[in-house]
T-cell receptor
Framework: DAKTTQPPSMDCAEGRAANLPCNHS???????VYWYRQIHSQGPQYIIH???NNETNEMASLIITEDRKSSTLILPHATLRDTAVYYC????????????FGSGTQLTVLP | AAGVIQSPRHLIKEKRETATLKCYPI?????VYWYQQGPGQDPQFLIS???????DKGSIPDRFSAQQFSDYHSELNMSSLELGDSALYFC????????????FGPGTRLLVL
């Protein structure tokens, strides 16, 4: 699975959009981009995934560049409860393969 | 919606003892994964099972074993416990076919004294 690079930490004001970047320059054509988050010591929570098109669900939006070498997770209106470590993971879909967690981005939402 | 269930949620053991962690996947999920997260570390993959067969293996110590049963629940057996085994243990489940998104349980916190 391709390696990802994320900034170690980011701050965001409550109510503003949080934009979390991820670089995955070695991504292969059959690899998906997944985003998970982990609120302190809780189980990682699935947020969203995409292959090449932009995706949106009730939690977030995922913007993938046309060359697929980077992506951005957008939380449109961050709240204090969105403070967590956010992991960008690149992985081939299917076949019961593991998720490889990198160091992620610690997002702190400030009041 | 039903989620992954893990038991026990907390466990305290002495060195050299054994421990068994249980995981009940989301209904109709056929694949189970185990991850270990040490203090201040990121989750690390241990092992996974699909249809009761081991499908992928990570950095699982030889002292650990796991299996998946006919009802798809899984158990992680840990023997000769060491202080370094103190960690959060997460189970995740997924359904094969398609993108196969993994959903995580709340974890079992194991403390070895």
């Amino acid at each position: 699975d391709a390696k990802t690079t994320q900034p170690p930490s980011m701050d965001c004001a409550e109510g503003r959009a949080a934009n979390l970047p991820c670089n995955h320059s070695t991504i292969s054509g059959n690899e998906y981009v997944y985003w998970y988050r982990q609120i302190h010591s809780q189980g990682p929570q699935y947020i969203i995934h995409g292959l090449k098109n932009n995706e949106t669900n009730e939690m977030a939006s995922l913007i993938i560049t046309e060359d697929r070498k980077s992506s951005t997770l957008i939380l449109p209106h961050a709240t204090l409860r969105d403070t967590a470590v956010y992991y960008c993971i690149v992985r081939v879909g299917g076949s019961a393969r593991q998720l490889t967690f990198g160091s992620g981005t610690q997002l702190t939402v400030l009041p | 919606a039903a989620g992954v269930i893990q038991s026990p949620r907390h466990l305290i053991k002495e060195k050299r003892e054994t421990a068994t962690l249980k995981c009940y996947p989301i209904p109709r999920h056929d694949t189970v994964y185990w991850y270990q997260q040490g203090p201040g570390q990121d989750p690390q993959f241990l092992i996974s099972f699909y249809e009761k067969m081991q499908s992928d293996k990570g950095s699982i110590p030889d002292r650990f074993s796991a299996q998946q049963f006919s009802d798809y629940h899984s158990e992680l057996n840990m023997s000769s416990l060491e202080l370094g085994d103190s960690a959060l243990y997460f189970c995740a489940s997924s359904s094969q076919g398609g993108v196969e998104t993994q959903y995580f349980g709340p974890g079992t916190r194991l403390l070895v004294l």
